[in-house]
């Protein structure tokens, strides 16, 4: 559980970087400078609800609960504002570092920057399309803890109740995504060159040949 919670707030600072360089329109008090670079507590607050709110799926209120909760926090340092100031601060760095060496304008990073965006709208949009649909009743939790109870041996109730929501919120997400998709597939109809994609794949088999005679 921490190792997935560490990723995935490593891929959401990253997928969130390319607006670190546009934060004019967040007021407030001075939290943090880097040089003329400044962030304050409305940037450092929208910027924390939206990355707890993402891997939690729970509203403010709840994640100031969770924040509060030393057990969780030490499965999520990020949690405590300081350390995710802290975490902010530290990317801001390395990224106008790499920015000034030239590195946005690689390709590759473009591509990456723009499938993280893509990633990131598409959460937020099924997130908040879904979010009264896939939230468990009592009776699913408690199911699941019945079924898998020495699983959650020594977890307080609490944290083995949030696990399982959060659990069978994704699960509900998952099938409302797929049934999503499949209808806009049939709306909007899709066409691949499946034909050239062959010959594409077929020329790198190619390259990757051993040399005949070796």
Same mark, same amino acid.
């Given at each position: 559980m921490k190792s997935r919670i560490i990723v995935s707030t490593s891929v959401c600072l990253f997928a969130i970087v390319s607006l670190l360089g546009s934060c004019s329109k967040y007021g407030g008090e001075w939290v943090a400078k880097i040089d003329s670079d400044?962030?304050?507590?409305?940037?450092?607050?929208?910027?924390?609800?939206?990355?707890?709110?993402?891997?939690?799926?729970?509203p403010k209120e709840k994640i100031d609960e969770l924040a509060a909760d030393p057990a969780q926090v030490a499965k999520n340092p990020t949690l405590n504002k300081?350390?995710?100031? #802290?975490?902010l *601060?530290?990317?801001?760095?390395v990224y106008k570092k790499a920015m000034s060496d030239g590195t946005g304008k690689d390709d590759e990073v473009e591509a990456l920057m723009q499938m993280a965006e893509e990633a990131v709208?598409?959460?937020f949009y099924v997130r908040e399309k879904f979010k009264n649909e896939i939230e468990p009743t009592a009776e699913e939790v408690e199911n699941i803890y019945r079924q898998q109870g020495a699983r959650f041996k020594g977890v307080p109730a609490d944290q083995a109740e949030m696990y399982i929501k959060q659990q069978l919120q994704q699960q509900k997400l998952q099938i409302k995504i797929r049934d999503m998709v499949e209808a806009l597939r049939? #709306?909007?109809? *899709?066409?691949?060159n499946t034909e050239f994609l062959k010959k594409e794949q077929h020329k790198a088999e190619k390259k990757t040949e051993a040399p005949a005679g070796k």
């Open positions: 400044t962030i304050t507590i409305d940037e450092l607050n929208t910027f924390y609800y939206a990355q707890q709110k993402s891997l939690y799926n729970l300081q350390e995710f100031l #802290e975490q *601060i530290r990317q801001r760095l709208v598409v959460g049939d #709306e909007k109809g *899709i066409k691949k």
